[in-house]
């Protein structure tokens, strides 16, 4: 009779353990700059803006998914909201701090003549091609796998030039239990791994 109510409260705590991780978990995206970037402003000037960064994923709405063992899915959002200005907030508050004002501006056609016309130094635009996160779990382990690609577009006016660059980077842990938290640190890495290289050289 003690070996029943065993199995009968064990399946219980398992169940409400399983249900407690189903649902929408919001992830603060930032990027937080490790290097000294001692080139930047020579670079691309004091005065970049900012296109609105274009999400181009199939689905928009979450940046990842987490399954529990009994197959039960929690999803991710970016915090902000949505993804693309996320990234584009995060990038203004990370190049504050070297001297690079960001202008936020409505539109740029991609091309090098318009820089003329641009009251910025330079012009930033990011599409997003992929940004997902996966983790599935097994009975003593959830392996987690995300995937992050940009297309990176820059015009600088002093070189009457536009300089795109594709960035692709995929990493993947195994932790014993997964939680928002570490999804979030892994993602915000990510982000950190992506932009100390690229303005450490934009060009």
């Not at 407690?20 to 001692?38: C, D, I, W």
Request: aromatic share 10%; proline share 5%; with cysteine.
């Amino acid at each position: 009779m003690k070996s029943i109510r065993f199995l009968i409260l064990l399946s219980l705590v398992i169940f409400v353990l399983g249900c407690a991780k189903v649902g929408t978990h919001s992830l603060y995206l930032r990027y937080q700059p490790m290097k000294e970037f001692v080139s930047l402003q020579t670079k691309i000037g004091s005065r970049l803006g900012l296109v609105p960064f274009k999400d181009k994923r199939p689905d928009t709405l979450y940046i990842g998914v987490h399954t529990s063992r009994q197959g039960d899915p929690s999803y991710f959002k970016s915090h902000p909201f949505p993804l693309e200005r996320a990234i584009q907030e995060s990038l203004s508050n990370a190049l504050s701090r070297y001297g690079v004002e960001t202008i936020s501006l409505s539109d740029w056609d991609g091309t090098p003549e318009s820089l003329k016309k641009m009251e910025t130094d330079s012009v930033l635009m990011i599409e997003i091609k992929r940004f997902w996160t996966e983790g599935k779990a097994s009975p003593f382990r959830t392996a987690v796998k995300t995937t992050v690609q940009f297309v990176i577009h820059l015009g600088v006016k002093k070189e009457g030039k536009v300089f795109i660059r594709n960035v692709e980077v995929e990493k993947e842990m195994t932790v014993a239990k997964s939680t928002p938290e570490k999804v979030e640190a892994m993602i915000n890495q990510i982000l950190t791994d992506i932009f100390d290289s690229y303005f450490s050289n934009p060009y």
